[in-house]
């Protein structure tokens, strides 16, 4: 693999799709530091209007041409495919390149603490609470998150050398280029099974990633993750773990809720009470993933106080259970949920709220994750009162696997749930225009595109 020398201040660095939310940070984080970026994408947008402001030369489309002479590196994600113009001309003149992982992983090697936060479920929501607890306590902390967060405008920060806090996501094995010296493992659960032959191959993945800590770092787990012993027997680096109960290092008691499903509860470390915890976003899930993020804090040595008051105060972050608004006295949530987990772990929080009748409008993500998890996800969208289901996003996949949420709609039916399938979201639109009623709590759910639908309807 090529080895970047920073310390070049020289280098070119090009972004093959710098548009992209990760991309487009890391090329404002290589601009803060004099660095030359140039970069291409198929359209302009407003990451790549600001990375233009900053000095950046961006060409739309891509092509061959912008391959120039005079690049150090080439840097592409992974939705960029060989026969791209521009990785087919660096691959035809041998240049250096490396993927957005694998530059990551460079990157986080200039930092006195890298914390990179994994697992199935929650990475982005625990990831924003550590990141919120970093600004809270003045760390001036870098960081890369997978959703926006308000009080940093966006998904990426570029701060000090001492604290550097990414997502590290499992798909591909990507995280395995990363160079954490703490890492957190949520949760390990069946996806991606596209890439991953089963539940097996995704357990020896994180065990791969929580190799890469070193003897002084630290691995932050949860410890009700199935296959915790493959994942951590005979781990050199300190293990912590967080949990439900006081067998782990991190847990919390009292919990209750109030009538948003917000939990409150006292967080301990070991036979330490930390504090109160009054969050503001829902859900038992989002208990532990606070535990999580307190566990990395003391790690990185960040004070109690500060710890209690970032938690209390943090408010989430887009498409995480978001509040939109209402129509006809109906509240309208959007969440990301896209995994059966992720999807019982929401409407057992919104179950917690007041309402009248709770509808769920799914969308469906990707065809091999619908066939692998069909049962799955009928079982937990059947929490849900009404659900409404929506063509499945494709994503990455086309459809060759005959599977359909009309498939979808026929297992939840068959459990004695009420569902239905529409092939339009103009058609949903119109549909929930008719059937919801004032009380009701709506949420669209899923990777793809739903919010539109709630967004349609708030209009």
């Not at 914390?115 to 929650?122: F, N, P, Y």
């Not at 957190?184 to 020896?204: A, C, G, P, R, S």
């Not at 949860?222 to 680096?237: A, H, M, P, R, V």
């Not at 696997?401 to 103009?426: M, P, V």
Request: with cysteine.
């Amino acid at each position: 693999m090529y080895n970047v020398d920073f310390s070049d201040s020289k280098l070119h660095f090009h972004f093959i799709g710098i548009g992209g939310i990760s991309m487009s940070g890391i090329a404002e984080l290589l601009l803060s530091e004099g660095f030359s970026v140039s970069g291409s994408d198929m359209t302009e947008s407003e990451l790549t209007d600001y990375l233009t402001s900053l000095g950046a030369r961006i060409s739309f489309p891509q092509s061959s041409d912008n391959i120039t002479d005079d690049i150090s590196l080439i840097v592409y994600t992974a939705a960029i495919h060989e026969d791209n113009p521009e990785l087919s001309e660096v691959r035809k003149r041998q240049l250096p390149a490396l993927t957005r992982a694998e530059f990551l992983g460079q990157l986080m090697k200039r930092y006195r603490i890298s914390a990179a936060v994994s697992g199935t479920h929650g990475k982005t929501t625990t990831t924003s609470m550590l990141s919120e607890i970093l600004l809270r306590a003045d760390k001036d902390p870098t960081l890369s998150i997978g959703g926006m967060l308000k009080s940093i405008g966006g998904n990426f920060r570029v701060g000090k050398r001492d604290f550097f806090v990414t997502e590290a996501c499992e798909y591909t094995n990507s995280f395995l280029s990363f160079a954490p010296t703490l890492g957190i493992i949520l949760n390990v659960d069946e996806d991606h099974l596209d890439f991953f032959k089963d539940l097996y191959d995704i357990q020896q993945s994180f065990r791969k990633f929580a190799l890469l800590l070193p003897e002084n770092g630290s691995l932050i787990i949860n410890s009700e993750t199935k296959g915790f012993d493959i994942i951590t027997d005979g781990l050199t680096c300190r293990v912590v773990t967080f949990g439900p109960d006081s067998s782990s290092d991190y847990y919390p008691s009292d919990i209750s809720y109030n009538k948003l499903a917000f939990p409150s509860f006292t967080l301990h470390h070991g036979d330490r009470v930390l504090g109160k915890v009054q969050l503001r976003v829902p859900g038992e899930h989002n208990v532990g993933n606070a535990c999580a993020a307190a566990a990395a804090a003391v790690e990185m040595g960040i004070d109690e106080d500060n710890i209690i008051r970032a938690l209390n105060e943090f408010e989430g972050t887009d498409r995480r259970f978001q509040h939109k608004g209402s129509f006809k006295g109906v509240e309208v949530i959007d969440d990301y949920a896209h995994h059966p987990t992720e999807i019982k772990a929401s409407l057992t929080a919104a179950k917690k709220c007041e309402y009248n009748t709770l509808w769920c409008v799914f969308q469906p993500h990707t065809y091999t994750r619908t066939k692998a998890l069909l049962p799955e996800f009928a079982e937990a969208l059947s929490l849900a009162d009404k659900v409404v289901l929506a063509d499945i996003y494709p994503a990455r996949e086309t459809d060759t696997l005959g599977i359909s949420s009309e498939t979808l709609a026929d297992e939840i039916r068959a459990r004695g749930h009420n569902a239905c399938y529409f092939d339009s979201f103009e058609k949903i639109e119109k549909f929930l225009q008719k059937n919801c009623i004032h009380g009701d709590l709506l949420i669209t759910m899923g990777a793809g595109d739903v919010y539109k639908i709630g967004d349609a309807l708030l209009k």
